[in-house]
């Protein structure tokens, strides 16, 4: 198993949230489409070359995000990723993927 984190601004939370899930992420016994949110501030400033979906280039842009966890078997992880990266607002999308130790 592996948990995948992603950042995503607010306004595209549920639908960035869904697509994980359809993908395969999110399985918890009977249960599917299961993640954790958290809300927080995402800071970056666009440089030349940057095409941002929010922001101008040069500027520090603050966005309120949602951080979405989700769990789901290895072998969906480039599955589940790919709609991440596909339904995803930002140019650069950001995507935390950690390998969980399985239980004894």
Known sequence: ????????????????RTVMGDAGAGVLGNYTH?????????RFIP?????????????????????????CPKEKAKEVIAAIKKTHPY????????QLVEEA
């Open 91 to 98: 140019e650069e999308v950001p995507l935390e993927v950690y």
């Open 1 to 16: 198993m592996v948990k995948i984190v992603t950042f995503v601004p607010v306004k595209d939370a549920e639908k960035v």
């Open 34 to 42: 299961a993640s954790f949110s958290t809300r927080g501030i995402g």
């Open 47 to 71: 440089t030349q070359g940057a095409h941002p979906a929010i922001g101008k280039i040069g500027q520090l842009t603050e966005v309120e995000e949602e951080r979405i966890e989700v769990i």
